[in-house]
Every structure is written in structure tokens, then in C-alpha cells.
């Protein structure tokens, strides 16, 4: 069973938590094989309710003292543009959709991010388009 972790590090990202467990993208994601979905929502309000089914999990909780274990158990990292989250999951080899949060200031993320991305090494969008987020999803 195939796995995606979300991490939108010590921040909220109200934004990317709704679009990763829109029905739109929870159909994409198990429609490519993935029955686990783990979110780490940080300091934001919303937090969706664990659940678990025959063929799906859900898991979220805000923090822990380290993601390693969660990059390590995961075929798919989906994360802010955080520099240290970034480095850490792309030293460990897995693909990664880098979502860039359009509200902080001086964003600093879209500049990391498009670099990133232009050194082969990840992909990045904006969760600006809504419900599409599902279809960049099943890009991979």
C-alpha cells in the first residue's frame, strides 16, 4: 500500500490541507494506489478527523519532534516550500510536490521552490486553482 505524506511545517496552511483531502484529490490519490494519507497541519485550525477503512487511512496530528520516519515510510511527499523539508526529503530520495503558500511575505518559498524545480529536482504549484490540486496529484 502506497503512501503520501503532507507536511506544512511549524506554520498553518489552511489552504493545502483542504486541497489534499478534498474528495477530488483523495479519489486521485486512491485511484493511484495510495491508502495512506498522513498530514502534519501544524499550528492551523483545521485538523481533519483521522479514519480509517478497508481501503484508505487518514492519518493527522500537528507535531513531532521529527518528520524522518514519516519521509522515510512515504512514496510521496507533498509540502510547503520549507528549505529544511525540502532538503530533508529530497536527500532521502522521494518524489516531492513542493505547494508554495502565497500568503506569507517576501515569499521567499515561490523563489526556492522554482529552483528547485528548474534543477529537475521536484515539482511545485499554488493551491490558487482549487480544485485542480487533484489533477496535478495524479501527475505522479
Not at 498530514?39 to 481533519?48: E, I, S
Not at 520516519?69 to 529544511?84: F, P, R, T
Not at 523563489?111 to 486553482?129: K, M, P, S
Request: glycine fraction near 8%; aromatic fraction near 10%; charge should be neutral.
Amino acid at each position: 500500500m502506497k503512501s503520501a505524506f503532507v507536511t506544512v511545517g511549524t506554520t498553518s496552511f489552511e489552504e493545502l490541507i483542504a486541497a489534499v483531502t478534498a474528495p477530488e484529490t483523495l479519489q486521485v490519490l486512491r485511484s493511484l494506489g495510495y491508502g495512506r494519507l498522513v498530514l502534519q497541519v501544524g499550528r492551523g485550525a483545521a485538523a481533519p478527523a483521522p479514519f480509517r477503512t478497508a481501503a484508505f487511512t487518514l492519518d493527522v496530528f500537528r507535531f513531532k519532534e521529527s518528520l524522518a520516519e514519516d519521509l522515510e515510510n512515504a512514496d510521496l511527499v507533498i509540502s510547503h516550500a520549507g528549505a529544511g523539508t525540502c532538503l530533508e526529503t529530497l536527500e532521502k530520495g522521494k518524489p516531492l510536490l513542493v505547494v508554495v503558500n502565497e500568503k506569507l511575505m517576501n515569499n521567499h518559498q515561490l523563489e526556492l521552490a522554482r529552483q528547485l524545480y528548474r534543477d529537475g529536482h521536484l515539482f511545485y504549484c499554488t493551491c490558487r486553482y482549487g480544485t485542480y490540486f487533484h489533477i496535478i496529484c495524479a501527475s505522479f
